[in-house]
Structure formats: structure tokens, C-alpha cells
Nanobody, 128 residues
Framework: QVQLVESGGGLVQAGGSLRLSCAASGRTFSRYTMAWFRQAPGKEREFVAAIRWSVSRSSANTYYADSVKARFTMSRDNAKNTVYLQMNDRKPEETAVYYC?????????????????WGQGTQVTVSS
């Protein structure tokens, strides 16, 4: 069983930056594909970013939603069992609850139904 705990949410002004963290339990963390999703009130859960670790290359592969590409950076520290989401140039319409998720399969996917593990979510509010 993997447990995910997000932190770092809060209030940020439009154009500002915020970094989310997600700490995971489990000894095989490096094998998991991790992702961030967000959900605004009255809207469906939306893919933000995902990252997987290539054991053969000892490097991470990332994938971003078009709406956040070039502004958000997802990274992972396998030694700390933690993933991060650095969010720059925030926009008010990005106010939402942000969720960390993980799946045991290595294939990157934007489909939230394919992720087995979820954190409790952290509120991010972007003021205009």
C-alpha cells in the first residue's frame, strides 16, 4: 500500500510561484509513475503533469498538459520518495484542489482512472 501526502498549497497572487510536494511511502517508489491532477469546483479532474523514472537510463521522463507547459516543472527525488510540482506564472483560473497520484505501471498516462494511489489533495488559490 502506498500513501501519498501533499503539502505546499496555499494562496498565491496571479503571476506568482508556488511549489507543491508529495511524499510517498513504499520501498519501490522509484518504479512508480507519479502525476499531479487538479480539480476546480464544478469541474472534472484535470491532468497537470506526470513523471516516470527510467531505470535503464537513470533519468526521469516528464509530460505536461499544454496549458501548463513551460510554466510548471515536475521533478522527483527518489532518495526522499518525493515528487514536486514547481508552478510559475500562476493564473486565477488555476485555482483548484491539487492531487498527487501514483501508479505501479511505468507507462505515462493522463487518464486519472489509471492511477491507483491518491493523496488527500491540497488547495491552491490564485488571486487576481
Amino acid at each position: 500500500q502506498v500513501q501519498l501526502v501533499e503539502s505546499g498549497g496555499g494562496l498565491v497572487q496571479a503571476g506568482g510561484s508556488l511549489r507543491l510536494s508529495c511524499a510517498a511511502s513504499g520501498r519501490t517508489f522509484s518504479r512508480y509513475t507519479m502525476a499531479w491532477f487538479r480539480q476546480a469546483p464544478g469541474k472534472e479532474r484535470e491532468f497537470v503533469a506526470a513523471i516516470r523514472w527510467s531505470v535503464s537510463r537513470s533519468s526521469a521522463n516528464t509530460y505536461y498538459a499544454d496549458s501548463v507547459k513551460a510554466r510548471f516543472t515536475m521533478s522527483r527525488d527518489n532518495a526522499k520518495n518525493t515528487v514536486y510540482l514547481q508552478m510559475n506564472d500562476r493564473k486565477p483560473e488555476e485555482t483548484a484542489v491539487y492531487y498527487c497520484s501514483g501508479r505501479s505501471e511505468s507507462l505515462l498516462t493522463t487518464d486519472w482512472n489509471q492511477y491507483e494511489y491518491w493523496g488527500q489533495g491540497t488547495q491552491v488559490t490564485v488571486s487576481s
